[in-house]
């Protein structure tokens, strides 16, 4: 996922440039005490090297389809 990711900034938005991505499990991080396996957070922190801003954006799927 994260080279496909890289790939797809490379090639359509090349004035991105990815710091770091993550993954994690819905409630991983929030202490829950039975996380989702069924559930995927991906968190990518970028820069956007024109304007010199530094954001993340958090995006979370899961296999039931419900909202996480």
């Known amino acids: 996922i994260s080279s496909k990711i ?19 499990y819905s409630g991983a991080d929030s202490g829950a005490d039975d996380p989702d396996p069924n559930s995927l957070i991906i968190i990518i922190q970028y820069n956007i090297i024109p304007l010199g801003v530094q954001d993340a954006l958090s995006v979370a799927a899961s296999l039931e389809g419900g909202p996480l």
């Open 6 to 24: 890289d790939e797809q900034v490379l090639k359509y938005m090349p004035f991105i440039e990815i710091e770091e991505i993550e993954f994690a």
